[in-house]
């Protein structure tokens, strides 16, 4: 089972609608999560952390259930330029700051 | 600031032939990391050196050696390349434990 499970999707969805991702993790320990955003053929950047009482950035929400092991990102009136690849990442207790990524969810936004 | 540079950015070797990938990073992180990234396999932590001096494995490094040379550079090399070896290979730097992890732009490695 891989340590951080996410559904790659694609998920195509019309400019201004509203996407949720979900990603689980296994390890318990975990103890950071983030998301990461990779467009095509690019490096992946941070996005967003997210934190137990959940954190906004604009259209972005992330969440976080400790008990069930997941994190959610929505993304709130969809823009083209949202179409990327978002990976799910988090980091593990005494893991000296590796990070197990995800292997990513693509979003296609479409006009 | 340049932040994370690779290179080279593409490369085509054939089997059985070695080479070495170059990092550099110039906001004195500390931690420097090497990723390799494949379809459907998602990001995968080859080698990392959390500190100047000091490396560890990390989820794949078979076939592979690095080197911290000093707090900016981190090389990986292939000393026998093989076809599984075919990737796209990311380094990063971080402040120690920190989440946020900088990425160079890649190298896409062919190995025929």
């Known amino acids: 089972r891989k340590e951080v499970e996410q559904d790659p999707g694609p998920f195509n969805v019309p400019e201004g609608a509203t996407v949720a991702f979900n990603c689980t993790y296994s390890?318990?320990?975990?103890?950071?999560f983030f998301w990461y955003r990779q467009d095509c053929r690019k490096e992946p950047k941070l996005l967003m952390s997210?934190?137990?009482s959940g954190n906004e950035d604009g259209r972005f929400t992330a969440q976080l259930n400790r008990a069930s092991q997941y994190i959610s990102l929505l993304i709130r009136d969809s823009k083209l330029s949202d179409s990327a690849t978002y990976l799910c990442v988090v980091n593990i207790v005494g893991n000296t700051g590796k990070l197990i990524f995800g292997q990513g969810t693509t979003l296609q936004v479409k006009p | 600031n340049a932040g994370v540079t690779q290179t080279p950015k593409f490369q085509v070797l054939k089997t059985g032939q070695s080479m070495t990938l170059q990092c550099a990073q110039d906001?004195?992180?500390?931690?420097m990391y090497w990723y390799r990234q494949d379809p459907g396999m998602g990001l995968r932590l080859i080698y990392y050196s959390a500190s100047e001096g000091t490396t560890d494995k990390g989820e794949v490094p078979n076939g592979y050696n690095v080197s911290r040379l000093n707090k900016r550079e981190f090389s990986l090399r292939l000393e026998s390349a093989a076809p599984s070896q075919t990737s796209v290979y990311f380094c990063a730097s971080s402040i120690p434990g920190d989440g946020e992890q900088y990425f160079g732009p890649g190298t896409r490695l062919t190995v025929t």
């Open positions: 997210v934190y137990s």
């Open positions: 906001m004195n992180h500390n931690s």
């Open positions: 390890n318990s320990a975990s103890q950071s």
